[in-house]
T-cell receptor, first 115, second 117 residues
Framework: KQEVTQIPAALSVPEGENLVLNCSFT??????LQWFRQDPGKGLTSLLL?????REQTSGRLNASLDKSSGRSTLYIAASQPGDSATYLC??????????????FGEGTQLTVNP | DTGVSQDPRHKITKRGQNVTFRCDPI?????LYWYRQTLGQGPEFLTY????????KSRLLSDRFSAERPKGSFSTLEIQRTEQGDSAMYLC???????????????FGPGTRLTVL
């Protein structure tokens, strides 16, 4: 069974800092991995999807890396802003021949960026 | 707005009542997923449809839960005889897969928050 761990559980930083969120997963047989953002009481917003054959994916100030063999992914946020405050969730996507794919989520990293 | 929509956004019910939630996926998406999220936790997979076929159900989905996607478009999730432990956010997601190994980014709706009193 896939288990996902995200470190740190919570992070509070001043505006402008560059920061790294870590995700580790136990089953490296993943098809791809998604990073999401979730604001309190809201649904999930997909930030980046990184395929198992890729090592990096970038979108604006966000950069996600993937080391499939070691079961790790990191999300790098450059020049953080107060609007980045949210919970960030990592979800590797396991593919099964019989049924397609499912995402397994960690508990997330709660990020607060202070003005 | 052409994203995933869910209805209702909030539902308060008494223990023992039945509730039904609806999810409308992104129109061309052939896959639809249901997840449940409790406070402070990440979402947990419940079930998944490829077109109208329900292909996988989690052990979390007890006999009181049933999901349908009758015409391969919208889906409903029904909970019978609700219990306080059913209180959670129920999230729907959809994706487009051209084949079994196809691109499969999942897009989520805003969720339905269920409170069972």
């Amino acid at each position: 069974k896939q288990e996902v761990t995200q470190i740190p559980a919570a992070l509070s930083v001043p505006e402008g800092e560059n920061l790294v969120l870590n995700c580790s997963f136990t089953d490296s047989a993943i098809y791809n991995l998604q990073w999401f953002r979730q604001d309190p009481g809201k649904g999930l917003t997909s930030l980046l999807l990184i395929q198992s054959s890729q090592r990096e994916q970038t979108s604006g100030r966000l950069n996600a890396s993937l080391d499939k063999s070691s079961g790790r992914s990191t999300l790098y946020i450059a020049a953080s802003q107060p609007g980045d405050s949210a919970t960030y969730l990592c979800a590797p996507n396991i593919y099964k021949e019989t049924s397609g794919s499912r995402l397994t989520f960690g508990e997330g990293t709660q990020l607060t960026v202070n003005p | 707005d052409t994203g995933v929509s869910q209805d209702p956004r909030h539902k308060i019910t008494k223990r023992g009542q039945n509730v039904t939630f609806r999810c409308d996926p992104i129109s061309e998406h052939n896959r639809l997923y249901w997840y449940r999220q409790t406070l402070g936790q990440g979402p947990e997979f419940l079930t998944y449809f490829q077109n109208e076929a329900q292909l996988e159900k989690s052990r979390l989905l007890s006999d009181r839960f049933s999901a349908e996607r009758p015409k391969g478009s919208f889906s409903t999730l029904e909970i019978q005889r609700t219990e306080q432990g059913d209180s959670a956010m129920y999230l729907c997601a959809s994706s487009l897969a051209l084949d079994l190994l196809g691109w499969n980014e999942q897009f989520f709706g805003p969720g339905t928050r269920l409170t069972v009193l």
